[in-house]
């Protein structure tokens, strides 16, 4: 159906910039939506950006101005752009896909943020 497979994680400083990167094969066309999600120890896995089928982005509160979601012009790939990076923003990060009938996951890349 659709396969997930993302990078770029690493350790940075409080207040650098990383970049994540997800590539998307399989049925691309049946995708609905791509999402990023993540997930710090012992807590929840957290929705924290969505870019919709028509190109309509939503993020949480908590990213709200430092994250941005985009996708390159044939959806391959999408990005999670991550600016002001703070310590509470580590955690494993996960790309989602969402079709009618299906979901589909990543296997998450960490992200520390730490001096």
């Known amino acids: 159906q659709v396969q997930l497979v993302e990078s770029g994680g690493g350790l940075v400083l409080p207040g650098g910039s990383l970049t994540l990167s997800c590539i998307v094969s399989g049925n691309i066309g049946s995708i609905l939506a791509m999402n990023w999600y993540r997930q710090a120890p012992r807590s929840q896995r957290d929705l924290v950006a969505t870019i919709t089928k028509g190109g309509t982005t939503n993020y949480a509160d908590s990213v709200n101005g430092r994250f941005t979601i985009s996708r390159d012009d044939f959806e391959t790939t999408v990005y999670l752009q991550m600016n002001s990076l703070k310590p509470e923003d580590t955690a494993v990060y996960y790309c989602?896909?969402?079709?009618?009938?299906?979901?589909?996951w990543g296997q998450g890349t960490q992200v520390t943020v730490s001096s």
């Open positions: 989602h896909a969402r079709t009618k009938s299906r979901e589909a």
